[in-house]
Protein backbone atom coordinates (compact mmCIF):
# COMPACT_ATOMS: atom_id res chain seq x y z
CA UNK A 1 0.00 0.00 0.00
CA UNK A 2 1.47 3.30 -0.93
CA UNK A 3 0.55 6.85 -1.16
CA UNK A 4 1.99 9.61 -2.75
CA UNK A 5 1.91 13.19 -2.43
CA UNK A 6 2.51 15.36 -5.15
CA UNK A 7 2.54 18.91 -6.72
CA UNK A 8 4.04 21.10 -4.22
CA UNK A 9 5.91 24.02 -5.15
CA UNK A 10 7.10 27.73 -4.97
CA UNK A 11 3.91 29.89 -5.15
CA UNK A 12 3.69 33.83 -4.90
CA UNK A 13 1.10 34.84 -1.94
CA UNK A 14 -2.68 34.65 -3.41
CA UNK A 15 -1.61 32.23 -5.58
CA UNK A 16 -3.07 28.46 -5.91
CA UNK A 17 -1.93 24.80 -6.36
CA UNK A 18 -3.19 21.69 -6.56
CA UNK A 19 -2.05 19.02 -4.77
CA UNK A 20 -2.36 15.42 -5.88
CA UNK A 21 -2.66 12.30 -3.40
CA UNK A 22 -2.46 8.76 -5.49
CA UNK A 23 -2.96 5.33 -4.26
CA UNK A 24 -1.69 2.23 -4.76
CA UNK A 25 -2.74 -1.13 -3.22
CA UNK A 26 -5.49 -0.36 -1.63
CA UNK A 27 -9.58 0.29 -2.20
CA UNK A 28 -9.90 3.98 -2.18
CA UNK A 29 -13.74 3.50 -1.82
CA UNK A 30 -13.42 2.20 1.47
CA UNK A 31 -11.29 4.93 3.09
CA UNK A 32 -11.71 8.41 4.18
CA UNK A 33 -8.59 11.20 3.01
CA UNK A 34 -7.25 13.60 4.81
CA UNK A 35 -4.71 15.74 4.17
CA UNK A 36 -2.33 16.80 6.88
CA UNK A 37 0.77 19.92 6.89
CA UNK A 38 3.52 20.35 9.01
CA UNK A 39 5.89 23.35 10.09
CA UNK A 40 9.76 22.17 11.08
CA UNK A 41 9.72 22.52 14.83
CA UNK A 42 5.68 22.16 14.94
CA UNK A 43 3.14 19.30 15.00
CA UNK A 44 1.25 17.92 12.33
CA UNK A 45 -1.94 20.33 11.19
CA UNK A 46 -5.14 18.79 9.66
CA UNK A 47 -6.15 21.00 7.09
CA UNK A 48 -9.39 18.85 5.69
CA UNK A 49 -11.16 15.59 5.39
CA UNK A 50 -13.05 14.06 2.29
CA UNK A 51 -15.36 10.78 3.24
CA UNK A 52 -17.63 8.74 1.20
CA UNK A 53 -18.37 10.95 -1.67
CA UNK A 54 -17.33 14.69 -2.68
CA UNK A 55 -20.34 16.04 -0.29
CA UNK A 56 -18.65 14.87 2.43
CA UNK A 57 -16.07 16.98 3.36
CA UNK A 58 -14.63 19.05 6.37
CA UNK A 59 -11.81 21.84 7.07
CA UNK A 60 -10.53 23.73 9.31
CA UNK A 61 -11.10 26.91 9.87
CA UNK A 62 -7.87 28.90 8.53
CA UNK A 63 -8.35 27.17 4.77
CA UNK A 64 -12.21 27.29 4.75
CA UNK A 65 -13.16 29.10 1.90
CA UNK A 66 -9.92 28.67 -0.01
CA UNK A 67 -9.09 25.25 0.06
CA UNK A 68 -11.23 21.82 -1.58
CA UNK A 69 -10.99 18.37 -1.17
CA UNK A 70 -11.83 16.43 -4.02
CA UNK A 71 -11.80 12.44 -4.36
CA UNK A 72 -12.01 10.61 -7.77
CA UNK A 73 -11.65 6.41 -6.51
CA UNK A 74 -11.83 5.04 -9.97
CA UNK A 75 -8.56 6.81 -10.68
CA UNK A 76 -8.01 6.04 -6.63
CA UNK A 77 -6.47 9.56 -6.67
CA UNK A 78 -7.83 13.21 -3.98
CA UNK A 79 -6.84 16.19 -4.46
CA UNK A 80 -6.31 19.42 -2.35
CA UNK A 81 -7.31 22.90 -4.21
CA UNK A 82 -5.47 25.48 -2.38
CA UNK A 83 -6.50 29.18 -3.57
CA UNK A 84 -5.40 32.32 -2.41
CA UNK A 85 -2.62 30.66 -0.61
CA UNK A 86 -0.75 32.62 2.32
CA UNK A 87 2.77 32.45 3.17
CA UNK A 88 1.60 31.08 6.55
CA UNK A 89 0.40 27.86 4.29
CA UNK A 90 3.98 27.07 3.78
CA UNK A 91 4.52 23.61 4.98
CA UNK A 92 4.96 20.21 3.78
CA UNK A 93 1.21 18.51 3.01
CA UNK A 94 1.04 14.97 3.59
CA UNK A 95 -2.43 12.45 2.27
CA UNK A 96 -3.65 10.09 4.73
CA UNK A 97 -5.82 7.78 4.18
CA UNK A 98 -8.29 5.76 7.42
CA UNK A 99 -10.97 3.30 7.46
CA UNK A 100 -14.03 4.23 8.24
CA UNK A 101 -15.91 5.40 10.63
CA UNK A 102 -13.20 8.25 11.05
CA UNK A 103 -13.18 12.13 10.99
CA UNK A 104 -10.28 14.62 11.12
CA UNK A 105 -10.39 14.59 14.34
CA UNK A 106 -10.27 11.35 14.93
CA UNK A 107 -7.43 10.88 12.50
CA UNK A 108 -5.14 13.58 13.66
CA UNK A 109 -5.70 11.96 17.48
CA UNK A 110 -5.18 8.52 16.57
CA UNK A 111 -3.13 8.85 13.50
CA UNK A 112 -4.33 7.13 10.10
CA UNK A 113 -4.35 3.63 8.26
CA UNK A 114 -1.75 4.66 5.88
CA UNK A 115 0.40 7.57 5.08
CA UNK A 116 2.12 9.37 2.28
CA UNK A 117 5.55 11.54 2.11
CA UNK A 118 4.88 14.73 1.62
CA UNK A 119 5.67 17.54 -0.79
CA UNK A 120 6.63 20.86 0.06
CA UNK A 121 4.67 23.92 -0.06
CA UNK A 122 6.12 27.28 -0.55
CA UNK A 123 4.33 30.35 -0.17
CA UNK A 124 6.50 33.41 -0.92
CA UNK A 125 6.85 36.29 -2.70
Known amino acids: VQLQASGGGLVQPGGSLRLSCEAS????????VAWFRQVPGKEREGVGY????????FYVESVKERFTISRDDAKKMVYLQMNSLKPEDTAVYYC???????????????????WGKGTQVTVSS
Open 96 to 114: AAGSYPTNLVSMTRYGADY
Open 50 to 57: IGDGNSNT
Open 25 to 32: GLNLENYA
